[in-house]
């Protein structure tokens, strides 16, 4: 597929998943956006910790590889 028309359709396609999320979010209370948002916070933490600390893991394996 041409990269430029792939492109597109993703941008297309995020834009539209923006939108519903928006509409979604603006149909519920309060407290239940703010919950999910706290909820994907979490996470989002939790994938960043967990990336780091498979990497740490990952260069102390190499590290001992070349030991």
């Known amino acids: 597929m ?3 028309l792939k ?9 539209l998943v923006g939108l519903g999320v928006g ?3 603006s149909q519920l209370p309060t407290w239940a956006v703010v919950t999910f948002v706290c909820l994907v916070g979490l996470y989002l933490v939790y994938i960043i910790i967990h990336a780091g600390l498979k990497y ?8 001992k590889k070349y030991e």
């Open 2 to 4: 041409n990269l430029k």
């Open 7 to 15: 492109a597109g359709l993703y941008t297309f396609l995020y834009v």
């Open 23 to 25: 509409f979604v979010a």
């Open 56 to 63: 740490d893991e990952a260069v102390k394996e190499i590290s």
